[in-house]
């Protein structure tokens, strides 16, 4: 059984930064991919980022690239997703993710899911 915890949600005015962290635990990684998803409200949730663990390539949704980067500590089994100028349009719950993942965007494909932590941006 593997556990994500999420942190570092927050309410940002438009332009702000935040840094999300997702602490994994209950197995080693060395296979998986790791990811964020985000879901706003009335919307279905979306793919944002996700990195593969062992080789350290990542993937992002066009519209975070260049604002969004994805990091890992990989001793403390921990997802970082560093948010610059943030944009009211990128409010949601954001979800950390973990699974043996062959496509990295497809939410299907990920086994484990974290319980969500609120993103806010203010115009």
């Known amino acids: 059984q593997v556990q994500l915890v999420e942190s570092g949600g927050g309410l940002v005015q438009a332009g702000d930064s935040l840094r999300l962290s997702c602490v994994a635990s209950g197995r080693t990684f060395s296979s998986y991919a790791m990811g964020w998803f985000r879901q706003a409200p009335g919307k279905e949730r979306d793919f944002v980022a996700a990195i593969r663990w062992s080789t350290g390539s990542t993937y992002y949704r066009d519209s975070v690239k260049g604002r969004f980067t994805l990091s890992r500590d990989a001793a403390k089994n921990t997802l970082y997703l560093q948010m610059n100028s943030l944009k009211p349009e990128d409010t949601a719950v954001y979800y950390c993710?973990?699974?043996?993942?062959?496509?990295?965007?497809?939410?299907?494909?990920?086994?484990?899911w974290g319980q969500g932590t609120q993103v806010t941006v203010s115009s």
């Open positions: 993710a973990a699974g043996s993942v062959g496509r990295t965007v497809d939410q299907r494909e990920y086994d484990y």
